[in-house]
């Protein structure tokens, strides 16, 4: 199968930096030459055991710059990388190797429990244990021969990334990009930086986890313009904070809830004065965090959308509409080149005019023939620019109300001891469902009472729209990608006495 150009042209970036940092851990450098050895040492590894191209390799993906280097080694020796949940119990990861029994699995320590190690010799995968040795940064950790049957190639597939949907609603789906995908996905990359005003050599800031869709659209992009890296294993807004500082980047892409815990510190104009862009292609971006960013920090934001599912962003901005970007605040843009969007009835299918709210439904030639419908609801307007509203399957239905979650949870954050917040519905016997929300206090402030929320509702909403129970938090359950579980917000409520 033809093999893009990208290969050589990171084989050509880990060879001739080498002394040069490619990527910052929280102020530890690790350089292109470090990258370049853990890189030929898995290409080494995969051809000395002899799997065939596009043949899936197991990557327990964690945000550390070995895990970064591992996967740029599996692109350019032609294979593909299948990201596993590092963060899920022990019982689960075996469980996962079971079912798709990869011939080869790289992982961390702490990732190789003993009914892991069990699951991959029973499985006839061939386990690794990253190490700290430069020369040899991994280990077998397996006991079992690589059976005859893992080293036939898949039949007539270029998937080349495995990557986990988020599980903002259950368990996470992998979902599989092509070559020719990944190639589309590292030149929107280029130009979004390029809109920013980034250059090739401009730093990338990066607090999305590696395993997901944002880490990927980092770190491939990254490698092949010689970028640097700043990560994080785990986000924490202070030290992103000192990241941001010490590399002055002009082109930031955060989750929404990321940026709103940053912003809680009450960074310094100045420190933010290098970002020419803010670009949010997650979720929803609360309009509390982007009128602080464009009024306190002349901070320009241009919302995107798309889904793992779409193998990266379908709508968005480009530079000739920056100038609407202050008129069509809260826009995600316009569909891209080649890709098609419209809104339609949840009940009939019917296509929606301009203005009135629907399913979204996309044709993404990459990744279908067909048109794919959401679960995402939206509106168009009469210039085709995309304005999204939250979830239909988020919607809460109290008796004959409808309450959407964006709407309370938008009000929730602006109250000043609040710094996020969640809602969920939740089983009554006698509306069906009502709406509960799960509320973090704000870094610098004490923590809020059920009592004062409701209060503080109460004036500025509906009263079908006011929560039954709050849940006062350290930390709202989330995602990798640091958006809302649901699964993790129910069990909040799952006591009704609590």
């Not at 390799?57 to 996967?71: K, S, V």
């Not at 313009?225 to 010490?246: M, S």
């Not at 933010?272 to 320009?300: H, K, M, R, W």
């Amino acid at each position: 199968m033809a093999r893009s150009g990208y290969e050589t042209q990171i084989r050509e970036v880990l060879a001739s930096r080498q002394n040069e940092t490619a990527i910052d851990f929280d102020g530890i450098p690790f350089s292109w030459g470090e990258a370049n050895a853990v890189a030929t040492a898995v290409g080494d590894v995969l051809k000395q055991a002899g799997v065939p191209e596009y043949a899936r390799i197991g990557l327990m993906g964690r945000n550390l710059p070995i895990h970064f280097a591992t996967l740029w080694g599996i692109f350019i020796a032609g294979c593909c990388t299948t990201m596993i949940h590092a963060f899920q119990p022990p019982e689960a990861l075996a469980e996962d190797i079971t079912a798709n029994r990869w011939p080869i699995v790289f992982g961390e320590s702490r990732d190789w429990t003993a009914p892991v190690i069990a699951a991959a010799n029973a499985a006839g995968s061939v386990g690794y244990v990253f190490s700290d040795d430069p020369v040899a940064p991994f280990s077998r950790i397996t006991s079992n021969a690589l059976p005859a049957e893992a080293l036939l190639a898949p039949s007539g597939d270029d998937t080349v990334i495995q990557l986990l949907s988020s599980g903002t609603t259950g368990k996470p789906k992998r979902i599989t990009l092509s070559r020719k995908s990944i190639e589309e996905l590292i030149e929107r990359t280029r130009f979004q930086f390029a809109s920013g005003g980034a250059g090739e050599n401009a730093a990338q800031m990066m607090p999305w986890p590696l395993s997901s869709l944002g880490g990927t659209n980092a770190a491939l992009p990254a490698v092949s313009l010689g970028q640097l890296l700043a990560i994080q294993e785990k986000y924490d807004a202070p030290r992103f904070l000192e990241q941001l500082r010490r590399h002055r980047p002009t082109f930031l892409s955060m989750p929404p809830a990321a940026v709103a815990m940053l912003l809680q510190l009450k960074p310094a104009k100045e420190d933010l004065a290098s970002v020419q862009l803010y670009f949010n292609g997650s979720a929803p971006l609360d309009p509390n965090v982007q009128t602080i960013l464009e009024d306190e920090y002349d901070l320009p934001v241009a919302n995107a959308y798309g889904a793992t599912e779409f193998a990266g962003i379908i709508s968005s901005w480009v530079p000739e509409d920056f100038a609407l970007l202050r008129a069509k605040r809260g826009s995600c843009g316009r569909a891209l080149p080649g890709i098609k969007m419209r809104i339609v009835s949840a009940d009939t299918g019917a296509v929606l005019p301009p203005g009135e709210a629907g399913l979204v439904e996309a044709l993404v030639p990459r990744i279908a023939d067909d048109w794919v419908r959401t679960n995402d609801l939206a509106f168009m307007d009469e210039d085709g620019f995309l304005f999204l509203q939250g979830r239909a399957d988020d919607a809460i239905m109290r008796g004959g109300f409808k309450v959407i979650p964006e709407e309370v949870v938008e009000v929730l954050r602006t109250h000043p001891k609040v710094g996020d917040a969640a809602l969920i519905g939740i089983p009554d016997e006698r509306l069906g469902m009502v709406p509960a929300a799960a509320v973090e206090k704000r870094f610098t402030s004490e923590a809020p009472t059920a009592e004062e929320l409701e209060a503080f509702l109460r004036t500025r909403l509906a009263a079908y729209k006011i929560p039954v129970r709050f849940a006062i938090v350290a930390e709202i359950p989330r995602t990798e990608s640091m958006k809302p579980r649901r699964e993790g917000l129910r069990a909040l409520f799952a006591d009704p006495k609590s």
